[in-house]
């Protein structure tokens, strides 16, 4: 049972670890969670941006 325990103990003190680092991100930068949205929303236009250019090819071959 020690040995479950000491795991466990590892666990918590890791997680806590993590969110204090987590923590210490966003405070010492607070705009990167905003530039990664920004960046997922521009990513998300420009694949759309790339799949209507490709079905306007595709339909003016088929026209022709």
């Known amino acids: 049972m020690p040995r ?5 103990e590892a666990n918590e003190s890791e997680i806590i670890f ?4 987590w ?5 010492l930068d607070p ?3 905003s530039d990664g ?3 997922d929303i ?9 799949v209507c250019m490709l079905c306007t090819v ?3 071959l088929r026209q022709l």
């Open 4 to 8: 479950n325990n000491e795991q466990k």
């Open 18 to 21: 993590e969110r204090e680092v």
């Open 23 to 27: 923590s210490a991100i966003r405070y």
């Open 31 to 33: 705009e990167s969670e």
């Open 37 to 39: 949205r920004k960046g």
């Open 42 to 50: 521009v990513a998300a236009i420009a694949v759309l941006a790339i």
């Open 58 to 60: 595709i339909f003016y």
